[in-house]
């Protein structure tokens, strides 16, 4: 079995999102469960500043959790996931010396650590899942080794080693399974996710064309057509009309060149703006692309960069004033940075574009989000092709 590089969250954004409500429930209910059992076997405690202190561990690294798999700070990144699994391995270590010499095992460490791997299952990849399972596993065992009143359980010692650490290997290996199969899922389905973004890169191909037929046939109508017209019904030419067919044919030119300039995000921006039913609304001219690099997007970085105009452009604090989009070049590399005014008391991920800034981050790893109210600013980059 393949282990993966990518987490259920990067391949799945939106889906990967969704988990986030049970991530935080599942964080408090680790913490309520250790610090249950911990007053519950109190009697057994015989250091009990070291009880404190693993639960106090126990809850840094269930905050962590919480911490890391925020949208503005997605994907769950390696750093986080080291020091969430660290924390967690502190508070198991604590729990165990602070019942040093009784003929508990281990307490509630392996459980709360297997856990806490479990619910990070849609965030890391598997086999991150899978190491970190076996070294918390090896050190567990090494512990339940070391305590003084193993051998005077009525079991064999290789016994109680194994159920000290057996809830651990069972949630680590189930969350490596969960995260296994949720990649298998998003692979079952890849070919039609294909076909899709082909059909919506398509679709966007030919409205932008469908643009550049309707503003020709616009300028013809409202000049040419009733020039030539003019023209027939006098039946003669005069400098007058040369003067101005002169005219027209330079205003058609710009025009040409206009289109030639014109990109998808020039489309996308008038149709978002049309779309909104806001007079207020800008158009494509807040759009600067002296290097014409918008066209080096991939298809999926266009898509969600389209998801999230329209969602900004529909968003009731939305204010046009201050919107503008400026992309540059710098070497191989482009630049993208989007400023807007956002005129609304609730946070960011309250107001429906939390999880459009989680795909975000997802598409555009390096994004930066940034909100001092009322402006928001975003700034990412993109290969140049």
Known sequence: MAEREQSYQQLDPIGGYSTRPVTVLMSLGIFVYAVIVTLRGWNVVTEPALAVASLVACAASVLGTVYWSSSLRAP???????????????????SAISTWGGKSTLGWGPIVIGLIILQLGPYRPSRDLLGATLLIAIVGGFFAILRPGINNLDKPQLVTIVESVLPLIALGLASRAYATALGKTLDAGAPGLAIAENAAT???RADITRSVQQDRVTILNRTVVPFLTDVLERNAVTAEDRDRASVIANSIRTMMVADVDRSWLDTVIDEAGQASGNSSVPGSEVVQDDHHVASSMSPKQRAMVRALLVALFAHPGFDADGFGILLLRNDDTCAFTLTAKLDHEESLLRSGLGVYFAVLRIVFTDLQLTFEPPTLTLRFSYDHK
């Open 76 to 94: 769950f990144s390696r750093m986080g996931f080291i020091t969430t699994v660290s924390l967690g391995s502190l508070a198991m270590i604590l």
């Open 202 to 204: 398509a679709e966007l």
